[in-house]
C-alpha cells in the first residue's frame, strides 16, 4: 500500500528540507564536526521510529530543533569539565545573563532563535520561582528590569550589601540550577 505524505509528514522529505539548517544549529554548538554529524544522524534516526501516518507531528521543525537540541545537551553532559564563566559589567557587578539576554530581546524570529528563546524563559522561570523572595526580588531587578543597586537601595532603604548579598545567593541557585541551559546556550 502507498500513501502520498505531504513533504511535512514524509521523513525523507523532512530530512531534504531541514538537514542543512539542522546542521548549521547544530555546528554552531558542537565542537568537533564528528559530533555534529552524529547528532544530526541521531535526530534523524529517531525521525525514523515514528509512524508519521499514525502519529504525525504538528510542527516539524520545532520537533528537530527540540531532539537537536536534547541530543545536544546529553552529548555536552557527557563532555563537561569546563565550570561556567562569570560575566562581570564594567562597573564591576557580576551580569549572570548577559549573553542570555541578548538572546531573549534579539529581534530575530527564526524557528530557532523562538525556540531556544522560550526555553531559556520557562527555565528561568522555574527556577527564580524557587527563590526566596528577597532574592528573587533583588536578581528581577538587577537583571531584568536595569536597576542598579543604589537605585535599589535608596528606594527600599536597604544596605547596598544586603542586596548584593541576596543576589549572590539568588546567583548561586541560579547557576546550580540552570547550568545545562547555559552551557548549551553559551559554551557549545
Same mark, same amino acid.
Given at each position: 500500500?502507498?500513501?502520498?505524505? #505531504? ?5 525523507? &522529505? !523532512? ?5 542543512? @539548517? ?9 565542537? +568537533? ?5 552524529? !547528532? ?15 502519529? #504525525? ?10 531532539? %537537536? ?9 557527557? $563532555?563537561?569539565?569546563? /565550570?561556567?564563566?562569570?560575566?562581570? +559589567?564594567?562597573? &564591576?557587578?557580576?551580569?549572570?545573563? %548577559? ?11 527564526s524557528p530557532e532563535t523562538e525556540y531556544l ?8 522561570? %522555574?527556577?527564580? %520561582?524557587?527563590? #526566596?523572595? /528577597? @532574592? ?6 538587577? /537583571?531584568?528590569? &536595569? ?5 535599589? +537601595?535608596?528606594?527600599?532603604? !536597604? &544596605?547596598?550589601?544586603?542586596?548584593? +548579598? ?6 548561586? $541557585? ?9 552551557? /548549551?546556550?553559551?559554551?557549545?
Amino acid at each position: 500500500m502507498t500513501t502520498d505524505l #505531504p513533504q511535512e509528514q514524509d521523513a525523507s &522529505g !523532512i530530512f531534504k528540507k531541514y538537514r542543512t @539548517q539542522l546542521r548549521n544549529y547544530i555546528s554552531k554548538r558542537v565542537f +568537533s564536526k564528528e559530533d555534529g554529524e552524529d !547528532i544530526l544522524q541521531n535526530v534523524f534516526y529517531q525521525l525514523s521510529k515514528i509512524d508519521l501516518i499514525e502519529k #504525525p507531528i504538528e510542527q516539524v521543525s520545532a520537533w528537530l530543533y527540540s531532539v %537537536a537540541n536534547n541530543q545536544i545537551i546529553d552529548r555536552s553532559r557527557k $563532555h563537561r569539565e569546563e /565550570e561556567m564563566k562569570t560575566v562581570i +559589567s564594567d562597573n &564591576g557587578e557580576e551580569l549572570f545573563l %548577559a549573553e542570555v539576554t541578548g538572546l531573549l530581546l534579539d529581534e530575530d524570529s527564526s524557528p530557532e532563535t523562538e525556540y531556544l528563546r522560550s526555553l531559556v524563559w520557562i527555565e528561568l522561570e %522555574a527556577a527564580l %520561582a524557587e527563590l #526566596p523572595e /528577597e @532574592q528573587r526580588e533583588i536578581f528581577e531587578l538587577t /537583571e531584568l528590569e &536595569g536597576y542598579s543597586f543604589k537605585e535599589i +537601595s535608596e528606594a527600599t532603604g !536597604i &544596605g547596598v550589601n544586603t542586596l548584593i +548579598s541576596r543576589k549572590r545567593y539568588a546567583v548561586l $541557585h541560579l547557576r546550580e540550577r540552570l547550568k545545562d541551559l547555559y552551557d /548549551e546556550l553559551l559554551y557549545s
